[in-house]
């Protein structure tokens, strides 16, 4: 891969900093821990572009603790959620506490306050659009916000069928109280409210502060499931199979747990192919999609371990990531899976302290993971993704870093020869019509002859 793009920042983020918004176009938020949130998107100018938003009812001097953000199901607009501390003394404003919407709906201001301490809150934005694009701007001045009697850690959101059969998202926001709190949309309001635990029983109780999580829904035999992972900060990595019935009870049927020797930094479910936008069966190929779910855990002091098919084997078929040597020690907070070689196989891509990104990929006759590729990067990695960006097709590796947001592209060649690749075997599995000139079906490209004709299906351009 090759840099195309790097944004200083003057105050680091941490690893729940990141987060993409998928509306009229793809864009990354970056939060640092000093207030500022970057938008970093690709510009109708064709450059890719960094800009900080100004978000509202975030006082100065607040530090940003973590951000999410979705899309509604029925609505074109992006729900967007940042959790923060800011720490008040007797002689400080009040004006922001006076005026918030607290979720027990009583003032929270305090002339007697004398102490300094912090008070922890989560903003809410949202603005519905009725044009196609989305102004982070205006979003970012229509807020609701909660405040909190816990510190939150890890912001999710997941979808639901709720009590009217209508696929819902929600927010998910672990706490220092040891539990997992929901926060949910009353659309008739207009307005979120915080609810009871009892749509994720799995999520009820917890003997640490849950760090991250990660849930994936999915249907087996005609019916509907749920995966759960949490890992926590005392090293407890919990899984658990839920099976959603048809009344919105969901009902836990297994569940595991593991210790590791440290806090667990990140959790992540994934599958081994990729989910193709294409219908492969027009093309002639067979649908490869592998319903096998596997589970990604980072632990601050082991190396990532990967469990294979959880739904089968719970937490008992364990990989362990080899290292790059023996001798190296390092710490893992960034992970993202992605086909980057594309042969449609899912690759684990790990982001280090230790200014390194490894890429991992599954040998299914030896059933090893194996380090495919590294590469070195000029600072420690706090956290990436891999999407497209720039909107042609291609993913780009966004990696988030103690110094600034370095952006990556793969070169050109291999990009060429595995569409030529693909062409070629399309060509063979489907031939052509019996009108159509039979060279055209039987045309096999040469990439090494053809490099500058084919370059023009694919088109990068700098930041």
């Known amino acids: ?27 990354i938020l970056v939060a640092t821990l000093e207030k500022q949130v970057f938008a970093v998107e690709y510009s109708d100018n064709k450059k890719i572009t960094c800009n900080e938003i100004h978000f509202a009812y975030i006082p100065n001097s607040a530090d940003i603790i973590s951000i999410d953000a979705f899309v509604r199901t029925n609505y074109n607009d992006i729900v967007l959620g940042i959790t923060f501390f800011k720490n008040y003394k007797e002689s400080d404003s009040n004006e922001f506490r006076k005026n918030i919407v607290v979720s027990n709906n009583r003032s929270t201001s305090s002339s007697s306050e004398k102490n300094i301490c912090n008070h922890y809150y989560f903003n809410i934005y949202s603005s519905l659009s009725s044009t196609n694009r989305f ?3 205006q979003i970012a001045q229509d807020c609701q916000t909660f405040e909190l009697d816990f510190v939150p850690y890890h912001l999710y959101h997941t979808s639901i069928i709720n009590e009217n059969n209508i696929a819902e998202t929600l927010w ?42 990660d849930v994936i829904n999915y249907e087996e035999n005609h019916k509907c499931h749920r995966l759960t992972a949490v890992g926590c900060e005392n090293g407890i990595l919990c899984l658990f ?37 294409l219908n492969l069966r027009k093309l002639g190929f067979k649908s490869e999609f592998s319903p096998e779910i596997h589970l990604l855990v980072l632990d601050s002091c082991e190396q990532p371990t990967i469990y294979r098919n959880v739904q089968e084997n719970g937490l ?32 684990i891509i790990l982001g ?13 006759e030896s059933q090893t993971y194996f380090i495919e590729n590294t590469m070195e990067v000029p600072h420690p990695v706090i956290s990436l993704t891999y999407l ?16 600034g947001i370095v952006i990556y592209r793969h070169h050109i060649d291999p990009l060429i020869d595995a569409l030529v690749k693909k062409m070629n075997t ?30 023009t299906c694919v088109s990068f351009t700098n930041g």
């Not at 593991?258 to 992540?268: E, Q, T």
């Not at 008992?316 to 196989?345: C, H, Q, T």
């Open 135 to 137: 102004d982070l701007n």
């Open 1 to 27: 891969m090759e840099q195309i793009g790097f944004f200083p920042i003057s105050n680091s983020s941490n690893i729940y900093g990141m987060t993409n918004m998928h509306g009229d176009m793809t864009r």
């Open 316 to 347: 008992g078929l364990r990989k362990i990531l080899p290292k790059i040597n023996e001798n190296n020690i390092d710490l893992f907070p960034a992970s993202i899976v992605g086909d980057v070689n594309f042969d449609n196989n899912n690759e």
């Open 172 to 213: 998910l926001l672990s706490g220092s109280d040891c539990y997992v709190h929901v926060f949910r949309e009353d659309n008739k309001k207009q307005s979120f409210y915080k609810d009871k635990i009892d749509l994720f029983p799995e999520l009820n109780n917890f003997e640490s502060i849950v760090i991250w999580i």
């Open 426 to 455: 399309i060509a063979m599995v489907k031939p052509s019509a019996p009108d159509k000139s039979p060279d055209m079906a039987a045309a096999n490209v040469d990439t090494r002859n053809n490099r500058s004709a084919s370059s």
């Open 388 to 403: 497209d960006l720039t909107g042609d097709g291609i993913n780009e590796l966004i990696i988030v870093t103690t110094k």
């Open 352 to 364: 280090s302290y230790g200014k390194k990104i490894i890429f991992y990929k599954f040998e299914h």
């Open 241 to 277: 199979f839920v099976e959603l019935g048809e009344t919105n009870n969901p009902r836990i049927i297994k569940s595991w747990k593991n210790r590791f020797d440290g806090p667990i930094l990140s959790v992540k479910f994934f599958k081994d192919k990729i989910n193709s936008n």
